[in-house]
């Protein structure tokens, strides 16, 4: 099943949170609207699968900082 989640972060932010997560039906949903608005989509599955069990709205946990940090240094270079 497709996972999808959308991240947003800023630097008065203590860490990335989650704006949408979802599977199915929900999962292709946050993509379309992603590419309506023009936010880089990044397939990372892993990350996708430890997002969707977050509670929209929380930081996303340190264990995954790494992983968020590399993908917003990509987003950011390639915008």
Do not use: F, H
């Amino acid at each position: 099943m497709k996972k999808a989640a959308a991240i947003q972060y800023s630097e008065d932010l203590p860490a990335p949170i989650v704006l949408a997560a979802g599977k199915g039906t929900l999962a292709r949903r946050i993509v379309e609207i992603a590419e309506q608005q023009g936010i880089q989509i990044v397939g990372k599955s892993d990350l996708a699968d430890a997002l969707v069990e977050l509670p929209v709205g929380s930081m996303i946990p340190e264990d995954l900082y790494r992983i968020v940090a590399e993908i917003l240094v990509y987003v950011r270079s390639v915008s």
